[in-house]
T-cell receptor, first 113, second 117 residues
Framework: AQTVTQSQPEMSVQEAETVTLSCTYD???????LFWYKQPPSRQMILVIR??????QNATENRFSVNFQKAAKSFSLKISDSQLGDAAMYFC??????????FGAGTTVTVRA | NAGVMQNPRHLVRRRGQEARLRCSPV?????VYWYRQLPEEGLKFMVY????????ESGMPKERFSAEFPKEGPSILRIQQVVRGDSAAYFC???????????????FGEGSWLTVV
């Protein structure tokens, strides 16, 4: 199984500011997919953003963007202009040649008003 | 709502009872996955099913747990003789007929929370 590491258990950000969540992974595959999921207090798993490893361009979805460094096996998530509704647990996930998602342990994001 | 539907959202069972969790995939999706989330942890893969077939159950506990995805009706995750350690959130996910190999995004339901008392 692939290993996905999120080294920040908790992050706090001021409303309207920017926060970056880190994620590293271990793999020997060359083609794979990376995801960030958001789990708000409702506990639903919501897809935030995805990145195909063969694409060099970093994915962007509105205020969410990633910094994908394939050689370093790093996949960080940047939340810009943070809003109160961004408060949640964020999970980084890896999917390789098979169908299984491997998740990190999660980072809890708190947004200060 | 065309998303993955799970029920019940919350289930309380006494030790020794059976728990049945149901999942209806996104319309048109023929691949179903079950994941478990223990408190303060990320999701862990349990089982992957296609219609009438179990493709991979490597993440399922060897005893008391079973899953099915019949030709008609929802996928069922069944836990027999529940114990306190089974208390967790159980998430169902689905993907299109091409499955997860092509990189198609896997969509999650809202989860079923099992509490064993």
């Amino acid at each position: 199984a692939q290993t996905v590491t999120q080294s920040q258990p908790e992050m706090s950000v001021q409303e309207a500011e920017t926060v970056t969540l880190s994620c590293t992974y271990d793999t020997s595959e060359s083609d794979y997919y990376l995801f960030w999921y958001k789990q708000p207090p409702s506990r639903q798993m919501i897809l935030v953003i995805r990145q195909e490893a063969y694409k060099q361009q970093n994915a962007t979805e509105n205020r969410f963007s990633v910094n994908f460094q394939k050689a370093a096996k790093s996949f960080s998530l940047k939340i810009s202009d943070s809003q109160l509704g961004d408060a949640a647990m964020y999970f980084c996930a890896y999917k390789g040649d098979d169908y299984k998602l491997s998740f990190g342990a999660g980072t809890t994001v708190t947004v200060r008003a | 709502n065309a998303g993955v539907m799970q029920n019940p959202r919350h289930l309380v069972r006494r030790r020794g009872q059976e728990a049945r969790l149901r999942c209806s995939p996104v319309k048109g999706h023929s691949h179903v996955y079950w994941y478990r989330q223990l408190p303060e942890e990320g999701l862990k893969f349990m089982v992957y099913l296609q219609k009438e077939n179990i493709i991979d159950e490597s993440g399922m506990p060897k005893e008391r747990f079973s899953a099915e995805f019949p030709k008609e009706g929802p996928s069922i995750l069944r836990i027999q003789q529940v114990v306190r350690g089974d208390s967790a959130a159980y998430f169902c996910a689905s993907s299109p007929p091409e499955g997860g190999h092509s990189g198609n995004t896997i969509y999650f339901g809202e989860g079923s929370w099992l509490t064993v008392v």
